[in-house]
């Protein structure tokens, strides 16, 4: 995988296309993941399933623009490959983060609902249950 930074850096409107197919991967990858498991999971798990899904480091690009000898044009490849290393930065961190803070609320839900009950005992699973670590 070559990654060409000058031919980003070159044209301006290279370098917007970025957030563009980054956007574009959570749409196109992450999407299905929110709609296809929307019975089995609660909304508060298939968001983070959703930025799981889309995370993606392309090892080639395509493109429905090609050049004369059928190529990518070099902006649009490293638009591409930027996209994906950036995806595979940010997307699985939010998602870890969005279930840290489901987990949190869960487990502060459940110490909560502890002390006003004052039973100790809870009708709600052991926060592993949420499949966070």
Known sequence: MHFDLKSLTDRPSALLRVPL???LMLVVRGTPALLLYRKVLPRNQRVPLRLFSATACRSSSS???RDRR???PPENASALVAAGILSVLLFPALGLGRLRATRFAFVHE???DEDASGS???DMPPPDALGAP
């Open 21 to 23: 197919f980054l956007a």
């Open 63 to 65: 493109s429905p623009h």
């Open 70 to 72: 059928g190529q990518d």
């Open 110 to 112: 459940a110490s909560t």
């Open 120 to 122: 100790g005992s809870t």
